[in-house]
Each structure stands twice: as C-alpha cells, then as structure tokens.
C-alpha cells in the first residue's frame, strides 16, 4: 500500500513539475505589450479582439509554440514525427490536416510540393552560412550579405521549423516554370489558392505582407504554420500574425 502511495506521489510530483515548466517557459515568452497590440491594430480593434477571444485559451497547447528571434530555443524540440511523399520529415501533430489539405488541393486541380520541413539547428546553421556565401559569390559585400541573411533565414535557435509544425509550399504552376522560394511567388494561383484555403485545415501564412515589423522577416507566401483549425480561423479572420494572437491570449488572462 505504502509503495502505491509512493508512486501515485511520485507521478503527481512529475506531472506538476511538467506543468511549473511550461507556465515558467510560457512566462518568460518576449511577446508585445499592450501599447504594442494597439499601435499594430488599434485601440478598438484589441478592445474589440479582447471581447470575442475565448477565455479558455492558453499557451499550453503544443501548436502554439513560438519560435522567433526573440523567442529561441535552447535545445533541440522532441516531438513525433511522419513523413511526406518527399521523405522530409514534420510532426505529426499537422498530418491528418495537411493531408486532408493536399487532397483538396488536387481536387481544385493543384499540385504541391514541400520544399522544407523539419530542420535541426545544425542544418539551420549550414542554410545560413551556405546563402551567406552564396551571397558573397554573387558580388555583394559581408555587411550586405548578411543582412540578406537575417532578413529571409532564421537564427540556427530561432527558427519554426525546428517545431516541425512549419512547411514550406510550392506548387506546381510555380515550380515548373523553375520557381523558387521568392516573393513573387505570391502572385500565382497555387499560393493564393493556398493562402486562401490554409485555415480551414488549420494553417497559417506565417510571415504575411505588410507585418514584417512585427514578424521579423520579409513576405514568405510558401511559409505555412500549423497552429490548429480554430486559432487559425480566428487569426485569419482578423488579419493576426502568431505575435499577435499569442499575445492578445496573455492579455486576456490578465484583464
């Protein structure tokens, strides 16, 4: 009996030192402020987005991570993993939405291919010091390649795809033609189509136009984030990035 005791003790003691983890993690999260929100949205407009967020919500829930640069992480990210048709690796917590993304896709008559997934902090690295030299080769000078670098690649510790929860999209409209990862992509049937279509499945355009300031990187019409079909309905309906939504959430707990 004794020993039963001990061990319903000892699981309890897990469990709370889990959840102490998290809310220390969630709490030590750099989101913006108050005066932030309403210089972004407008005074109204988070009143107004305060009232219809639900007060249930927390950042507990693991399709909420964030993952930026002023939030990086400081080891790898355990999570379950699956595999796309192209053999790159995601977690798992996306895959019966994505596939059922996918699916509509070709029944709309497109084609999609991931061109990132998963990425460790060492394959985040090489990517920036790859394109950092590719940018050398290509004439500019360090100061300016570099710059380049931050402005469309992540820290090796800040970057979403470490989540596994974010994908890189390409349609075939797109990569036939010999497109790559750029703006202009944006301008093609296959990522407005995406773009249009990715919160009934519970993704989002992570790095929308015109949030750059807010983001902390450029325009990425492939760049698509799993967060879960009703946070994605709510971001998407009010025109949120993560940022935002994530701290609209902390606010309300604290009104």
């Known amino acids: 009996m004794k ?13 709370m030192t889990i959840s102490l983890r998290v809310e220390a993690q969630n709490s030590d999260l750099q989101l913006m402020s108050r ?26 829930e693991p399709e909420l991570i964030l993952i930026n640069k002023e939030n990086p992480v400081s080891t790898e990210i355990d999570f379950e993993g699956v595999y796309s048709d192209q053999g790159l690796l995601y977690n798992a917590l996306a895959s019966p939405s994505f596939n059922e993304w ?12 991931i061109v990132s997934a998963y990425r460790s902090m060492e394959s985040q690295a090489n990517n920036r010091l790859a394109r950092y030299h590719s940018y050398l080769s290509e004439g500019l000078d360090p100061d300016t390649a570099q710059m380049y670098v931050d402005m469309f690649y992540a820290p090796a ?34 990522a407005q189509w995406l773009a249009q279509t990715a919160p009934e499945f519970g993704f989002i355009l992570r790095y929308p ?7 902390g990187y450029n325009y990425e019409p492939w760049h698509f984030r799993y967060v879960g079909n009703k946070h994605a309905s709510f971001i998407s309906r009010h025109n949120l990035t993560l940022e935002e939504y994530l701290s609209l959430i902390v606010l309300k707990h604290k009104d």
């Open 102 to 113: 996918m699916q509509a896709a070709v029944n709309d008559g497109f084609y999609f291919s």
């Open 157 to 190: 510790d800040a970057s979403e795809h470490l989540s596994g929860l974010a994908l890189d999209l390409l349609g075939s409209d797109w990569t036939s033609q010999g497109g790559e990862l750029m703006a202009s992509y944006g301008q093609m049937p296959s």
């Open 35 to 60: 005066l932030d929100l309403e210089n972004s949205l407008g005074k109204k407009e988070v009143s107004k987005l305060l009232d219809l967020l639900p007060q249930d919500l927390n950042l507990d």
């Open 209 to 215: 136009e015109g949030k750059e300031e807010i983001t």
């Open 3 to 15: 020993k039963i005791i001990v061990t319903i003790f000892l699981f309890l003691f897990i469990i």
